[in-house]
T-cell receptor, first 116, second 114 residues
Framework: KAGVTQTPRYLIKTRGQQVTLSCSPI?????VSWYQQTPGQGLQFLFE???????NKGNFPGRFSGRQFSNSRSEMNVSTLELGDSALYLC???????????????FGEGSRLTVL | GESVGLHLPTLSVQEGDNSIINCAYS??????FIWYKQESGKGPQFIID?????DKRQGQRVTVLLNKTVKHLSLQIAATQPGDSAVYFC?????????????FGTGTQLKVEL
């Protein structure tokens, strides 16, 4: 069974540009979450999608957005990049059941973004 | 301003010894807790979880203890092996409202000495 796949693994952008990262969850998983990992702030929750709807959102500016497609694949976009957006962006998928049935998250290897 | 990297607490243990990694969580409403292991260059990997209606759960070589009174979580690794060297994170979640919105701790670096 294939794990969570994130593309691209590494990318370099310059300030002001925008970037789109992609995540393919484990087959059958309907929940996809995104996290940002930096040395200064650690792992921080960005947002979660379930059945193409954003179900939870972290405390990030509107420059950070995402979406989920009908096949559960997800993308996140960061517009007007800033130096501080340099980070490892992690996607996690979950076989999510009912409202109170939180479950194990499976993380991908991440997309490492460097903003120059 | 200049960002400063997190100084991760480090736990050094001898191979074969038991390891105990501690975590203080912040939200008394959290009812689901997970331990993750992250090796260099990889994403976090699930180790074990526990719900708030339990105070102990065991897995293979790992045990998680939950003390809700003092909002404390610990991960015990028995017979620590070199492959256990990694950064360990605890994470908390509030199930009410649905979904996964984990709040992660800062992490502990575990170093296994031969």
């Amino acid at each position: 069974k294939a794990g969570v796949t994130q593309t691209p693994r590494y990318l370099i952008k310059t300030r002001g540009q925008q970037v789109t990262l992609s995540c393919s969850p484990i087959s059958g998983h309907r929940s996809v979450s995104w996290y940002q990992q930096t040395p200064g702030q650690g792992l921080q929750f960005l947002f979660e999608y379930f059945s193409e709807t954003q179900r939870n959102k972290g405390n990030f500016p509107g420059r950070f957005s995402g979406r989920q497609f009908s096949n559960s694949r997800s993308e996140m976009n960061v517009s007007t990049l800033e130096l501080g957006d340099s980070a490892l962006y992690l996607c996690a998928s979950s076989l999510q059941g009912g409202v109170r049935n939180t479950g194990e998250l499976f993380f991908g290897e991440g997309s490492r973004l460097t903003v120059l | 301003g200049e960002s400063v990297g997190l100084h991760l607490p480090t736990l050094s243990v001898q191979e074969g010894d038991n390891s105990i990694i501690n975590c203080a969580y912040s939200n008394s409403a959290s009812d689901y807790f997970i331990w993750y292991k992250q090796e260099s260059g990889k994403g976090p990997q699930f180790i074990i979880d526990i719900r708030s209606n339990m105070d102990k759960r065991q897995g293979q070589r790992v045990t998680v203890l939950l003390n809700k009174t003092v909002k404390h979580l610990s991960l015990q690794i028995a017979a620590t092996q070199p492959g256990d060297s990694a950064v360990y994170f605890c994470a908390e979640n509030i199930s009410a409202g649905g979904g996964n919105k984990l709040t992660f701790g800062t992490g502990t670096q575990l170093k296994v000495e031969l």
